[in-house]
Antibody, heavy 116, light 110 residues
Framework: QVHLQESGPGLLKPSETLSLSCTVS????????WGWIRQPPGKGLEWIAY???????FYNPSLKSRVTMSVDTSRDQFSLKLDSVTAADAAVYYC??????????WGQGTQLTVSS | SVLTQPPSASGTPGQRVTISCSGS????????VYWYQQLPGTAPKLLIY???QRPTGVPDRFSGSKSGTSASLAISGLRPEDEAHYFC????????????FGGGTKLTVL
């Protein structure tokens, strides 16, 4: 089994920067993608970004101007930064990884609340 | 959402239910479809990959199919524990948004 664990601040004020990290552990399997997804309360899934092992990072156009994703494949860790958060960014943030797609295996998620 | 799913579906225990996912030639028509199950209060889990493949541990009651620009998830022998949200996803031709999700379907077991 592959286990992913997100870590994040939980609570931010508007205009602050969200920094998330994800650690992958468990069975050693070959993966080619690492990704981030979020889910606002009561809503569907929105992919944020994903990294392909060739070195390319894809960002959701709706968030691209505010998002940076980095991956350290040698340490099975990757991270996400989202600048200038607003109430609209409140969501559960998931990290994921996979071979067939960026989202084969998911973390349990970390909640973000944005409030002054 | 780029992929269209019905917001809700329902069935009684033992029944077979299907959930549809409609797209276009930019996504489902040319790429694989993936299905995710999200049980209440938990993270999504991959249920079907590459249109019809089941990851290890997923019961064969769950099956996926694709035809043209639409895909379907079928659940046979419906059980109360199948009550969940189901999302489809696929690659897309768009250079700027190469992945798309459906809006999700809430399955209720009556």
């Amino acid at each position: 089994q592959v286990h992913l664990q997100e870590s994040g601040p939980g609570l931010l004020k508007p205009s602050e920067t969200l920094s998330l990290s994800c650690t992958v552990s468990g069975d050693s399997i070959r993966v080619y993608y690492w990704g981030w997804i979020r889910q606002p309360p009561g809503k569907g899934l929105e992919w944020i970004a994903y990294f392909y092992y060739s070195g390319t990072t894809f960002y959701n156009p709706s968030l691209k101007s505010r998002v940076t994703m980095s991956v350290d494949t040698s340490r099975d860790q990757f991270s996400l930064k989202l600048d200038s958060v607003t109430a609209a960014d409140a969501a559960v943030y998931y990290c994921a990884t996979g071979a067939a797609s960026p989202f084969d295996y998911w973390g349990q998620g970390t909640q973000l609340t944005v409030s002054s | 959402s780029v992929l269209t799913q019905p917001p809700s579906a329902s069935g009684t225990p033992g029944q077979r239910v299907t959930i549809s996912c409609s797209g276009s030639t930019s996504n489902i028509g040319n790429y694989h479809v993936y299905w995710y199950q999200q049980l209440p209060g938990t993270a999504p889990k991959l249920l079907i990959y590459r249109d019809s493949q089941r990851p290890t541990g997923v019961p064969d009651r769950f099956s996926g199919s694709k035809s043209g620009t639409s895909a379907s998830l079928a659940i046979s022998g419906l059980r109360p524990e199948d009550e969940a949200h189901y999302f489809c996803g696929s690659w897309d031709d768009s250079l700027t948004a190469p992945w798309v999700f459906g809006g999700g379907t809430k399955l209720t077991v009556l």
